[in-house]
């Protein structure tokens, strides 16, 4: 099954840190625009980042801005998300998305999703 595959998720305390990784599975996505989205209880999924297939483009949803820092290596068909000054509100699951278009925000633009990783921060 083709399927990008989150972990690193878990609990941190408000200032703290984190890093997602996000694996391939069944295919290599070294060529594929990667997203990260979050989507927390009783709330819509929402955009977190995108990366370019090349890494040299990158852009990030206003409230993370600062904070959390997309990346990827090819080599490695992986894809990472370190999220620093983590803050409450920040509590969600974690997806990826693989596209095989451009990088963007859209949640339709995105092909290929994995399960999600829990991030919790307490306060």
């Known amino acids: 099954q083709v399927q990008p595959v989150e972990s690193g998720g878990g609990l941190a305390q408000a200032g703290g840190s984190l890093r997602l990784s996000c694996a391939a599975s069944?295919?290599?996505?070294?060529?594929?625009?990667m997203g990260w989205f979050r989507q927390a209880p009783g709330k819509e999924r929402e955009f977190v980042a995108a990366?370019?297939?090349?890494?040299?483009?990158?852009f990030y949803e206003d409230s993370v801005k600062g904070r959390f820092t997309s990346s990827r290596d090819n080599a490695k068909n992986t894809v990472y998300l370190q999220m620093n000054s983590l803050k409450p509100e920040d509590t969600a699951v974690y997806y990826c998305?693989?596209?095989?278009?451009?990088?963007?925000?859209?949640?339709?633009?995105?092909?290929?999703w994995g399960r999600g990783t829990q991030v919790t921060v307490s306060s």
């Open positions: 069944g295919r290599s996505f070294s060529r594929d625009a």
């Open positions: 990366v370019s297939w090349s890494g040299s483009s990158k």
């Open positions: 998305a693989a596209s095989s278009s451009i990088a963007t925000m859209r949640l339709g633009n995105y092909d290929y």
